[in-house]
């Protein structure tokens, strides 16, 4: 167990860079925190490159403690690619309830359709090759990387960014992804891939704790819009309502909506173009 002071960190940093002393020190202090305070995840739990894949479309944009349920309920019901690439949009839906941001769920079974028809039923081991599927960009398709097959892949999200502003950017009120990045690859445990990033992840999730103001120094920090009220609330009421009902007409879905200021034409519309409904006869049911 190691024990310095966050200022006697950054000093011996400012005196020597990205030395051999200071990652090492640095790889001590985060993996002696995970060591004694790690989270314990189902996901975390039996990896395979499918329950990886699963578990990382679900985490976008979503809090750990919602998926950690959720998870163990999907892997129930579809425990490979085949019966996810089988499965119909109102089950599918259905189990996904809770998660938000639908979409995924329709392009976790499209890459599973695409495993089984294009590798074989064996997802890919490569970044570039993952980046090319549906709802998975450079971040995604690096951490299912590292976390299926534990090869080196770089990457950055909300708690390791965290981190590195605060080990490696002292002071600094705007930092870029571009000048973390290069820090991730120095400072990357090629031995313990997998591992290594579960620790900084969960350092960073105490840190959103003890030092909330450190995502306010990201010059990539977005507050979030209020999801009350949003056209995102209605897209997923809407779903919802259909899973429940099986058809509705126009007239009774925009009277779940009646004081609602979202144009709920407008979100019927996108939900047809996007393959979640279908409208015949005028009645709304999912595609």
Not at 65 to 79: A, H, S, T
Not at 127 to 137: R, T
Not at 251 to 271: A, G, Q, W, Y
Request: net charge positive; glycine share 4%; hydrophobic share 40%.
């Amino acid at each position: 167990m190691i024990f310095i002071l966050i200022t006697q960190f950054h000093e011996i940093f400012k005196k020597e860079g990205l030395s051999s002393e200071v990652i090492n020190t640095f790889h001590q202090i985060i993996c002696s925190y995970f060591k004694r305070n790690g989270r314990n995840f189902s996901f975390r739990d039996e990896i395979s490159p499918y329950k990886v894949l699963v578990s990382e479309m679900m985490l976008q944009q979503t809090q750990t403690n919602q998926v950690d349920e959720k998870f163990e309920q999907f892997i129930k019901k579809y425990p490979d690619f085949k019966t996810l690439a089988n499965t119909s949009n109102e089950e599918l839906l259905a189990i996904w309830q809770g998660l938000g941001y639908n979409r995924r769920a329709l392009a976790l079974r499209d890459i599973a359709q695409k495993v089984i028809s294009e590798y074989n039923g064996i997802l890919p081991a490569d970044v570039e090759i993952l980046k090319s599927f549906p709802q998975i960009g450079h971040n995604t398709a690096s951490s299912i990387v590292a976390f299926a097959f534990n090869m080196p892949t770089y990457f950055i999200e909300t708690n390791i960014r965290r981190v590195y502003i605060y080990f490696f950017f002292p002071g600094k009120k705007s930092v870029k992804d571009s000048e973390i990045l290069p820090i991730v690859k120095k400072t990357l445990d090629n031995k313990h891939i997998r591992e290594w990033y579960y620790a900084l992840m969960d350092y960073g999730v105490m840190l959103k704790k003890t030092h909330p103001e450190l995502n306010k120094k990201s010059a990539h920090y977005r507050k979030q819009s209020q999801f009350k009220g949003s056209t995102r609330e209605v897209r997923g009421r809407i779903l919802k309502l259909l899973i429940n009902k099986k058809s509705l007409s126009e007239s009774e879905i925009r009277h779940h909506f009646s004081n609602s200021s979202v144009d709920v034409l407008k979100v019927l519309k996108v939900l047809i173009e996007e393959g979640f409904l279908k409208k015949e006869k005028r009645r709304y049911t999912l595609a």
